[in-house]
């Protein structure tokens, strides 16, 4: 998935960039391609945080960290991305 991947023809052109450019509030997107151990990865560890109820935000970063430290390539922790389209800097809950 590379949801988040900006192209040659504009930031809009990425799904995530342009979903958030039409007002969602907060869009979690990849700017890669991921292998599918990896996203399945932090995808499990997103949604395991969010049922504990804890914020968007913290979530992704649980996600990257697993990622970071559970992951041989060393570089799928940076490719999961949060945009988030709103004026208070809080938590998204």
């Known amino acids: 998935c590379q949801s988040a991947a900006v192209g040659e023809a504009g930031l809009l052109t990425a799904v995530g960039p342009a979903l958030s450019a039409a007002g969602v509030p907060a869009v979690v997107a990849m700017q890669l391609s991921v292998r599918l151990a990896a996203a399945t990865r932090f995808a499990e560890?997103?949604?395991?945080a969010l049922a504990r109820g804890e914020s968007l935000q913290t979530a992704v970063s649980l996600g990257r960290q697993a990622l970071y430290t559970e992951e041989s390539d060393g570089a799928s922790w940076y490719v999961p991305t949060l945009t988030i389209r709103a004026r208070d800097p809080g938590p998204l809950y």
């Open 45 to 48: 560890r997103l949604y395991t």
